[in-house]
């Protein structure tokens, strides 16, 4: 093929994609692959258990604690929590845990307050939530508009209190989410010094609807975080973990699940966290994470195309005030 100036700049935009892939390495145990997460020195699953909604799903604690169990002793060593999902339970469920098995994994969780007071008042509940003194990574939850940034931002604000945390080694790692305006995290993400950024990544390329939709093209053809905010932290040296992978099930039958898992894994991320409702869902998610092969660049290209624009609309309408609780 005649290597043209487009072809050459889609070859170096996704060269990272290969990268990432390769970098890789599976654990010697279980056969879970690792990747570095950024700059943190920390090695992480490809696959990250998601302990929100889809976690509390199980509704009893017993079978909570089998599917923790099982991701765990698969090689999952990146659990993600929140301060806010299920007000708490989510964590305490995890912190039931670790009253009766020793802490080998990568602990996350998020806090939503803006305010200061308000926000150590729940790290203090996570942390008596986790029985720790210590969580591995704090994110800013779910960052919103610019007047939300700028609440974040304030001298009372949250950013400053995990500033604190960081220092003071209740958080070893600080970073921020996002599934709504990859504009306002890419803002977030120039300005600040995170150690690690989640955001939405999946085919329906969210984020991608107006007014972000003329920011720019990304790895895949995308407009959205893929385009705007990813390249940000990529360039920071910043820890990337994919969310959102599913849509809440709205790209399901766009792509068979496995696709779906292995797109997210295939872009220049360290894990690619999944919420896994049922053991039978988190045992083939395990699967597709050992076995995974990146996709090719023209199956990179062309899954964003089974999603519509009014689809993917409808996807950035859905995410603009979700709460995942």
């Known amino acids: ?39 943190t020195g920390v090695k992480v699953s490809a696959l990250g258990f998601g302990g929100g909604s889809r976690f509390l799903a199980y509704q009893d604690r017993e079978k909570g604690m089998e599917a923790l169990d099982t991701a765990l002793k698969s090689g999952i060593n990146y659990i993600d929590s929140a301060a806010s ?26 806090i939503t307050p803006r305010k200061a007071d308000e926000a150590m008042r729940t790290i203090e509940r996570s942390l008596k939530n986790f029985g720790v003194s210590q969580v591995d990574l704090m994110h800013v939850h779910s ?3 610019e007047a939300d940034l700028a609440a974040v931002e304030a001298e009372d604000g949250l950013l ?24 306002v995290l890419k803002t977030a993400l120039e300005r600040h010094d995170f150690d690690s950024t989640q955001m ?82 988190l045992k083939a998610n395990i699967a597709v994470a050992k076995g995974f092969k990146p996709l090719t660049r023209e199956e990179m290209q062309s899954l964003p195309k089974n999603v519509s624009e009014q689809l993917r609309a409808s996807i950035d309408r859905f995410f ?6």
Not at 263 to 271: I, K, Q, S, W
């Open 200 to 281: 939405a990544l999946n085919i329906g390329q969210i984020g991608g609807a107006a007014p972000s939709d003329k920011a720019g093209q990304g790895m895949t053809g995308a407009s959205g975080f893929e385009s705007i905010a990813m390249p940000v932290a990529l360039r920071k040296g910043m820890g990337l973990t994919a969310m959102k992978v599913f849509a809440q099930e709205k790209l399901l039958g766009k792509a068979a699940p496995e696709m779906l898992v292995r797109y997210a894994m295939t872009l220049p991320v360290a894990v690619a966290v999944v919420g896994m409702p049922k053991l039978d869902y």
């Open 320 to 325: 603009s005030d979700h709460v995942d609780c």
């Open 160 to 183: 400053n209190v995990l500033h604190k945390m960081r220092d003071q080694k209740v958080a070893r790692f600080i970073g921020v989410t996002c599934h709504s305006n990859p504009q």
């Open 143 to 145: 960052l919103g508009d």
């Open 1 to 39: 093929m005649k290597l043209t100036r487009r072809n050459f700049l889609e070859s170096a935009a996704l060269a990272p994609l290969a990268m990432q892939a390769t970098a890789a390495v599976p654990d010697p145990v279980t056969g879970m692959p690792m990747r570095e997460l950024g700059k």
């Open 85 to 110: 999902y299920g007000d708490g339970k989510s964590e305490s469920w995890i912190g039931e845990y670790l009253r009766s098995h020793k802490k080998n994994f990568f602990l996350v969780t998020k």
